[in-house]
């Protein structure tokens, strides 16, 4: 960025990226992009290097929004939307089989103030840590997950159930769903973790946290969980992207404060943008990451 982008962007921030192909797997289907203001994840499906091919072509459509002060969350929607046709162009067709989830958030803003626009397709994750606490923020979109939400899974049992890697959404993959979006206030030392299920999968939540909570580097914190889930087995390609907020813009006054006790309040309806206004449509197939663990 330019200093004057610098200067007009709702978020400043400072980031890390880290990916491996992991221990198992011959190839790494992830592909990362950590740009000024998007900062995403996307793991690749289909066999043949196809999977490796649809994560780095949904990751391309984004370029444009590469080196603007933010995105809206209509920016997106059309990106995302590009991103569909090119993965499913390369699959020969929407039913074809090369497909990719895709996670993260695009530095955003509300009324000039600082905003996460928070993304998901699928089953890579984008969590916050802020205040000590690490919060998931996009919700899987997987079989298992809705076996949770049904109440006939655990959180537990769900984690290591044989059918977890079934994804319900992904772009291309014969999927034709929505993403879900969230637009959280930002705050001064939030740290955003978007990742593969490489690392979720590998590494429990309280070492995630604690590996944020201790390297205060972006970039050192990245590699650190990326090593984790390989000394963890390293079962499937792991990718680590942390995203710090080093300033805000907030015009009130009364919002500099850290605002623990809005933080619960933030993950209200109002803001997951579509869980209200956008059926939950049983999809016609369900993407299945045969060639994972
Ligand atoms: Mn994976």
Redesign the pocket.
Known sequence: MTDAQMLSAPIVVSAGAATDVGLRRRIN??SMLAQHPVFLVA?G?GGHEAGEVASAAALAAFQPLVGLPSARVEDVVGVIDLARHSVDALAGGPSGGAGT?LTGVVVSQHGGDGYWLVVNLG??RTYRLAGGALEQISVDHSVVQELVDAGELTPEEAATAVDR?VITRALGAGSDEDADFWMLPAAQGDRMLIC???LS?EVDAATIREILSTLPDPQAAAERLVLQALANGGR???TAVVVDALAVVQHDPMDTLPRASDRDADRGSDDELDADTVPRKTPRSRPE?GD?R
């Open positions: 289907e992830d793991d499906m989830t089953d890579s890697n593969s299920d490489g999968g499937d390609n792991v990451r994972r």
